[in-house]
């Protein structure tokens, strides 16, 4: 426990806690500067380092990129492989475990040892390994490395501890599962063949011992051979040969005959009486042509031959559909009988698994569904009704149905608003499913005794938001509603429908949701707001729309020879905000061009919406003389002051939406008034360079347009920046020069360009990225400008042909105040400009002043210019007063500078407890009222001075940057403490986060590192070098949440979560859910007692004896290198320290061996008795017999 003083004599001391030396960490840690404070802080802090360890904790959605499949019939569980070498692996709903080759590798096949607790998996570096899936963390014990074959097939029997292996040479190789060697056994490609045979069989696609006898094996070779090998004598029983490349091929369980399938979509059958040619040839989607041809047909991929007790064997197949119909989605055919039953899936099939009754080949299999991979989604449909429906899926695999465009993360929210979510989500599920209990259904999982409710929100590129339960690392969807319902639909032929063609105008940019009073809030890409209240009922209500025109004005235009800076701004008050210039569609200059029109059209006709969140007020940004709006940077709302704030890289605007009402629309510049802490001076033209991406809109070549197109909706935006293309820069100065048209004019956009980008989502950009520079912004700019194509509105770098510059006494505070940056000389030539973007907003109670008294609202405004501006507000406190009069909002107050982009607010007490935001307590707007007993709104406020008794007034306010964190006292205005967070990269993320009973900074920076600073000391506590950034896609879903918990979208279509909490990691195990049970493996059917006591079990064979050291020898070392694995130290945890489940083992164990031994008892009493009746049968026929003469009998 650490105690921190500032006294009144002003002296500074230097921090308790020293820094940890990393290469993000600056060297100003926790360093309190020298101005005095008004009254003694005393904060008793409690978090240490030992509070911290940052591990993943469970990862949901869709397997990004699937591979393989893999199913164990008895434990019922199921495994995905990707091609990133991830390995899912799913049970039970809370069941679901995540493994990494750390190859990286792709997962070409995986191989249960079934009811083993073990996987197999083959990887695409020729590499096998073996997984223990006994523990919650599965781990891997062995590992072999072919070094001079391909593997390409592999099969392992039930049952069995030889794996057989088939590579791209045409061999096939014995692995021993429990010491994962090689046998010397090898059956080489050129004796599986004919010596005639002079050409090469090809790769091996398919391994499969008899259902009918043990000791053969069905070979399947690329090029249409097929071999049954003789194990025991070590040569072929027959060949096959057929002029199509096989597929895939399938046994009927009586081991008399199997089926192929063939690249030209034809199904053989053959029967092992007679293999010189097939029995049976059907095209099922190859119709006779008119001169007696078939059709081509596509290559059927696999086919599963199944066979059933009470109907028809179920034949079920992928592909084979005929190539002139163009256009037909990916089907996955079931033939049962005569009747032949087609499913279209909307993506390719990868794979898919019958799932039978039995896991033994040799027995009717019975299926009961089939397990469909497709390229994005998993679908088992029901085997058992006619109609063939599917089961509803209980994981959370539609997280990408739209591309995901942002999230957002709540924890510990308030526990009433789960349930009210999926009650209004359940009404709009969908029906059909199959009434059946989901089939995979292995696994044990329990509710953890550490949980709280949690809410995760998405945001889609359709402009759909999905709400989803996370608690007790689960996730369930709760609900989901449009937002594009709000707008019109364009209609063909209208001006603005041109523009949206393939474009995602509805596109969620952010989120900001307030759980308590449910109001929630969607920023979209058109630059548009909708504010959402919350309603258990259905209501008739006409949606309000404020359009608000924040942009430079068009004659803010640059000439390759102006001498006049021009700028954008006009004085302040000019703009008038509460009377908007009227959205009208005719609305432009003689020229065509839009101007004071929004990019999408509200509905203004009174509208039914059902119970959930119900659009109430839209707000717009409009055209300005053919310059479409710019994107919205931030937002915040507030519902206890009825105010929304959000800006852009114009300015800010605030809005009250209990009046409906715009209350301020101004530039940044213009905020600052007199206090402005840059000088911005005049500079001499120059002319404009042709190069600078800035300015200018992108040329019309492919790579323009390729990179116009790759873009998503919030790429133009990473810490709140504007980045986009379509951005002007502004300079101020001198009075606007107004240009007539005949003068040259350069523009940005043609006026038919849309503002927005095909929406792609946060997940479909992957880009190599430099983090790694030691030049701090160089690498920062490199990692934008590579991924946008613009530059960049920062403090320090951007093409432009009007900028500003300090004087000398500017550039000496700048360097006085660690403003001056390195850059390297790529960079230095890059000019600065005033174009200041709004990057952050915060209400709050807070001190707008020093000389305030008392606290009041204020709206804290941070700019990428790393500057802290207050806004005070008077805001009437009575209910009536509130609705009638207009809320005040005084002159900007306090200017505080940072190193770098604002990234982030938060307020503590004097004691260093955090200070919520005021809110307004929900009440449903569409309830009945009661006359006698008027409905008033409940605040819940949370003022500064509250909790502070021993402390008196004030607070404390934490504001993090892109590049340093500081903590300063209100109202006094004293900066306590300045850290550095890091040099050579830059703040992507930050938040003010509840931990461990205390709170702290938390850090995710561009390098990969993520950090928590203890508060209000900041003290570094953690440094993790934990994701390099290689993709744009975490920067833009990185958050962090209250409990030491973070997500990020770790592919297109997965959510990972993470934890950096010593507790949660501890308390992880208990957590997570098993993927073994111990299960009694069913038993084999009877074979009926003749045929078992007299014929014997004659198609077992003893492979231990046919592939061991002792029969077959060692292989050669250079062939495989065994590599052995760590086993994982949770394996050795659970073993020494699992009495119960080692009890439940052996309890178990002994039950079946009892069992077995009761089993054996009765077998041998049969026997006797059998044996018993046989001999008396037998006197007797002799006593009959005894005297009779031989020609008598």
Known sequence: MKKFRKVLDGLTTSSPGGTIGSPSCGSAAGTPTSAPTPKEIDVQETLVSENFQLCKTVRHGFPYQPTALAFDPVQKILAIGSRTGGV??????????????ESGAAVLQLQFLINEGALVTACADDTLHLWNLRQRRPAILHSLKFNRERVTFCHLPFQSKWLYVGTERGNTHMVNIESFILSGYVIMWNKAIELAT????????????????????????????????????????????????????????????????????SLTMWNLRNTTKPFQVTYPHGKIQRDGRKESCKPILKVE???????????VFSGGLSYDKAGRRPTLTIMHGKAITVLEMDYPIVEFMVLCETPYNNEVQEPSAVVV?????????????????????????????????????????????IPILYSIGAKHKKTGYSQKEWPISGGTWTLGS???????????????????????????MLYKFKTSKVFEKPKPGEGRAADLVEEDPFAVQMVSWCPQSRIFCVVGISAHIILYRFSKYDANTQIVCLDIRLQCESDDVITPSENENNPCFPEPGSHSPQAPHPASPSSGTPEGVKDSIPCLKVKDRVVRVPPGYQAELVIQLLWVDGEPPQQISTLDINSAYGLLAFGNCNGLAIVDYLQKTILLCMSTLDLYGASDPYQRLTRSPRRNRQSTSGLTELSDNQQSIDMERSKSPTSDHVNGHCTSPTSQPCSAGKPRVPMGPEGPRLTRRGPGRPPFRKAQSAACMEISLPVSHTEGYASRRAMLQQLHGVSMYSHDEHHSSSAYCWNEKAAAESRENSFSRSRSSSVSSIDRDTKEAITTLQFGESYGRKSDALPTPCLWVGTSLGVVVLIPMSIPTDQEERMEEAVTIGPCGTVLMLKGSVLRFGFLDCMGAVIQSPYEAWRDPNASEDPDRPRRRKLVNFSPSSSQDTCGDGHLAVVCSEKQAKVILMPSQSCLFVHNITESSFVLRADVVSACNSVCLACFCANGHVMTLSLPSLR??????????????????????????????????????????????????????????PIETPEAQNRGFLKGFFGGNANTVDREELFGEASAGKASRSLAQHIPGQGGMEGMKVAAGGV???????????????????????????MMTSAESFSKHAHELMLKCKDKKWYQL
């Open 305 to 315: 031959y199944k066979t059933s007790r009470s109907s028809e064997p179920f034949i």
């Open 450 to 476: 550490q949980t709280y409710p949690e809410v995760i929100i998405t945001g889609h590129a359709d402009g759909s938001i999905k709400f989803w339960d996370a608690s007790a690392i689960t996730l369930q």
């Open 88 to 101: 899912r692996i799913l049970g039970r709903p809370g069941v679901d475990c995540y493994c990494q080759h």
């Open 373 to 417: 991979l497709l390229e994005k989604d998993l679908i088992v449909v029901d085997l058992t009704q006619s109609n063939f429906p599917v089961f509803e899926n209980p994981y959370p695999m539609d997280v990408h149905e739209s591309p995901v465009t942002c999230t957002a993360y709540f924890a510990d929210c308030p526990p009433d608003i």
């Open 198 to 265: 002079k050409t090469h069989p090809g790769p091996v696609v398919h391994l499969s011992d008899s259902p009918k006898d043990e000791g053969k094996l069905l070979i399947g070779f690329e090029s249409g051979t097929v071999v049954q090998w003789d194990l025991r004598c070590k040569k072929a029983d027959f060949r096959i040969y057929y002029d199509e490349a096989i597929h895939s091929v399938s046994w009927h369980h009586e081991g008399k005959q199997f089926m192929c399938s063939h690249s030209d979509g």
């Open 1140 to 1166: 119960v489940g080692d009890l439940a083992r052996a309890r178990i164990a002994l039950d079946e061996r009892g069992q077995r031994l009761g089993e054996l008892e009765d077998r041998t009493a049969l």
């Open 1020 to 1077: 570094p506590l953690m440094d993790v070098n934990y994701l390099p950034l290689t993709d744009m896609r975490i920067a833009r879903t990185f958050c962090f949440t209250n409990g030491g918990q973070a997500l990020y979208l770790s592919s297109p279509t997965e959510i990972q979560r993470i934890t950096y909490s010593q507790e949660m990691c501890d308390n992880l195990q208990e957590m997570l859910g098993e993927l073994f049970t």
